[in-house]
Each structure stands twice: as structure tokens, then as C-alpha cells.
Antibody, heavy 121, light 108 residues
Framework: QVQLVQSGAEVKKPGASVKVSCKAS????????MHWVRQAPGQGLEWMGR????????NYAQKFQGRVTMTRDTSISTAYMELSRLRSDDTAVYYC??????????????WGQGTLVTVSS | SYVLTQPPSVSVAPGQTARITCGGN??????VHWYQQKPGQAPVLVVY???DRPSGIPERFSGSNSGNTATLTISRVEAGDEADYYC???????????FGGGTKLTVL
């Protein structure tokens, strides 16, 4: 069965960077895009970007351009999301989510359990 | 960028029908997907491509999409349906994903 298992909670100081991992199993890792979505406390879902695990190609939301880097290691079926120059409003739960392509659209069919990143001085 | 608008909250009595809307410019030309999120849990896909259900999702969940409004309909609402619901589309012009702001469904 498809599983996405994320790394544990992190506490960071403002200005630091955080790198969250997402280990995939139960399917061919390189066959599906991987997205990253975050959710600030009490707020809605916010798409950050996605990576093509096969090519390494990325597409980031404009809001995060220049601060986010998505990478992958195909040898261990793991995707990574690194966010730099952290601010207090980056405090959120970060999710990885597998892309499920349907003709003319895309959606998220499997999600990781989420990783809480807390930014505090 | 493309914007999706949802009502912040919807309330319904058990056994009744809940309708949650998602507004967007000519959203009827896009495929809309809906997610259910319960407190402390990751979202779960409940309707995709406007009106299709993933396996394991009850038939009580259905969707429609036309003009400037997509709608998630939950029939015979149960206490366990109380959750936040999000609509989502893929904006082909930017190749970006877009979420609505979310709707909290309260079962009275």
C-alpha cells in the first residue's frame, strides 16, 4: 500500500533553514510528482510547489520562490523540502502529497502525516 | 492568480443535506477536487474530477460543477462528517495548484 512517511517535528530560530523529508513506499517513486502543502495553525491549506522525482524538475508557488528548494533521492525514494530564511509566520504543518494525474488536471491522492515546523526565538 | 472562494462555515442537522460551495471565475471549465480534513489529521480526498468518488468514500458524498460555482453535497449527514472541507483545482495557465480557503462543517 502507498505510504508517505515524513520526518519529525522541528523547532528553528528565525533566519534559519529547515529540511523536511518524505519517504515513499508502495509504488514507483519516479512515476508520480510529489507536492508540498503547508497549513499554518488554524488556517487553510497552501500549496508550496512540486517536484518531478524522475527528472528533478520543480515548479514553485510564487510566494516561496527564492526561499524553497525541493529535491529528491531516488535511491531511497525520498523527497525533500527545504525552506530558508525562516520567519515566525512559517510556523505550520508541512505535508507532502502524491500527485495523481487525471486527464486535464491533477490532484493529491496520498498524503504524508505532516511535519510541524515551529519558528521561534 | 486563480482564486477559489468558500464560505467559512456551514451548519446542518444530522440526517439532512449539506452543500458546500466553491466559487471561481468560470470554474465550470476546470476539474474540481474536494478534501476532508479532521482535526489533527492529513486531508483525505473525497471527490475528484467534479463528481467522482475514490474507493472507500460513501455514496453520500457527491459533487457538481457549473458556471462559476462547484458544490460538494453530503447527503444524510452524520456526526462523523464534521470536518473542514477544501476545494482544489489545477490552474493550467501557471501549472500551479490552488486551494479554496476551506469550510468548517458543523453537525448540529
Amino acid at each position: 500500500q502507498v505510504q508517505l512517511v515524513q520526518s519529525g517535528a522541528e523547532v528553528k530560530k528565525p533566519g534559519a533553514s529547515v529540511k523536511v523529508s518524505c519517504k515513499a513506499s508502495g509504488y514507483t517513486f519516479t512515476g508520480y510528482y510529489m507536492h508540498w502543502v503547508r497549513q499554518a495553525p488554524g488556517q487553510g491549506l497552501e500549496w508550496m510547489g512540486r517536484i518531478n522525482p524522475n527528472s528533478g524538475g520543480t515548479n514553485y508557488a510564487q510566494k516561496f520562490q527564492g526561499r524553497v528548494t525541493m529535491t529528491r533521492d531516488t535511491s531511497i525514494s525520498t523527497a525533500y523540502m527545504e525552506l530558508s530564511r525562516l520567519r515566525s509566520d512559517d510556523t505550520a504543518v508541512y505535508y507532502c502529497a502524491r500527485d495523481h494525474p487525471v486527464a486535464g488536471t491533477s490532484l493529491f491522492d496520498y498524503w504524508g502525516q505532516g511535519t510541524l515546523v515551529t519558528v521561534s526565538s | 492568480s486563480y482564486v477559489l472562494t468558500q464560505p467559512p462555515s456551514v451548519s446542518v442537522a444530522p440526517g439532512q443535506t449539506a452543500r458546500i460551495t466553491c466559487g471561481g471565475n468560470n470554474i465550470g471549465s476546470k476539474s474540481v477536487h474536494w478534501y476532508q480534513q479532521k482535526p489533527g489529521q492529513a486531508p483525505v480526498l473525497v471527490v475528484y474530477d467534479d463528481s467522482d468518488r475514490p474507493s472507500g468514500i460513501p455514496e453520500r458524498f457527491s459533487g457538481s460543477n457549473s458556471g462559476n460555482t462547484a458544490t460538494l453535497t453530503i447527503s444524510r449527514v452524520e456526526a462523523g462528517d464534521e470536518a473542514d472541507y477544501y476545494c482544489q483545482v489545477w490552474d493550467s495557465s501557471s501549472d500551479h495548484q490552488v486551494f479554496g480557503g476551506g469550510t468548517k462543517l458543523t453537525v448540529l
